[in-house]
């Protein structure tokens, strides 16, 4: 959930989701700070995969302030 940005997500097993929280001169985009819900039933399983700028060699990096939802799969 993205409190300031006024977004939550409501997965389903397989989806996933990327974001970009910093703008194009390396800031944060405040809108971007985000935390979990609690779980009230079931179980909850997360994997992050934390992506670095300049970390590529030769890879151009483009930052935008869109979110992507995205489902396994599909």
């Not at 910093?22 to 995969?49: F, M, P, S």
């Not at 300049?54 to 396994?72: E, P, Y």
Request: some cysteine.
């Amino acid at each position: 959930m993205w409190p300031y940005a006024g977004v939550s997500v409501f997965p389903e097993k397989g989806d996933g989701i990327f974001w970009h929280n910093l703008y194009t001169d390396t800031k944060t985009d405040e809108l971007t700070l985000h935390r979990a819900c609690g779980v009230l039933l079931g179980n909850k399983w997360i994997a992050n995969k934390w992506i670095g700028m300049n970390t590529s060699v030769g890879f151009k990096h483009t930052f935008r302030k869109d979110i992507h939802i995205g489902r396994k799969n599909s």
